[in-house]
């Protein structure tokens, strides 16, 4: 095979942008079995205020899909990353997934933290955009791992924080709070009546 041939063969590639979540992506953050997916990672990339990037590094069980274009997530409130969250309400999430890399443009609105099980920052992030980068010729064997020193201990509390980011707040609280155009919008941060009930 001729070397241009070869090269042209390398640079296959099958990425594509879309504007939602598809199925397999929902059920990843579905808040369902996280047992499984102990050691999956999602880098949540923000910009600090001097535009460098910033990167944390997130689990299952503080990432929820509420639809197929709203994330939830559940945020460290003291975090220089909830700061950027809330200085410029957009963020990115990168991760890989059965040999993808998925990069997943956000722009949020900060909603009333939780407080149970832990003090947390939450956002809902629209998703603007879905990245899918995959190419022939090398295939993704895995993304960023851990392990639990404590499983047990780890998933109640994962488990909990779900819970309550599920039932924290209707999808779609954009309605009424629409980033793009007020983009440092921050709601007032209140407890939410649901909190530990
Ligand atoms: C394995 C691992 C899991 C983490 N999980 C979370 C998490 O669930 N939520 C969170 O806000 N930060 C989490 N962090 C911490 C963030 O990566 C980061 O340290 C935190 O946002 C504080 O850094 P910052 O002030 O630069 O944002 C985790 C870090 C590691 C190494």
Do not use: C
Not at 125 to 146: K, M
Not at 168 to 186: I, K, V, W, Y
Request: hydrophobic share 40%.
């Amino acid at each position: 095979m001729k070397l241009q041939t070869k090269l042209l063969l390398m640079k296959e590639t099958v990425s594509k942008e879309e504007f939602q979540l598809h199925g397999e992506l929902i059920e990843l953050f579905s808040g369902e079995n996280l047992e499984a997916a102990v050691g999956f990672t999602v880098q949540l990339l923000t910009l600090d205020d001097e535009g460098w990037p910033r990167i944390a590094l997130l689990s299952v069980g503080e990432v929820l899909a509420v639809d197929d274009t709203t994330v939830r997530l559940a945020l460290w409130p003291e975090s220089r990353t909830t700061g950027n969250l809330i200085r410029s309400a957009q963020g990115v999430l990168a991760f890989v997934h059965h040999e993808v890399a998925y990069t997943v443009r956000i722009r949020t609105v900060r909603l009333p933290d939780l407080n149970d099980p832990l003090a947390l920052a939450v956002f809902d992030g629209r998703v603007t955009e879905v990245r899918r980068d995959q190419v022939s010729y090398a295939v993704l064997q895995s993304g960023i791992t851990f392990n639990l020193p404590d499983p047990p201990q780890v998933l109640t509390r994962w488990n909990a924080t779900i819970k309550q980011l599920r039932r924290h707040a209707p999808a779609g609280s954009f309605a009424q709070t629409d980033p793009e155009r007020d983009p440092g919008l921050e709601r007032p941060v209140t407890s939410s009546p649901d909190n530990g009930q």
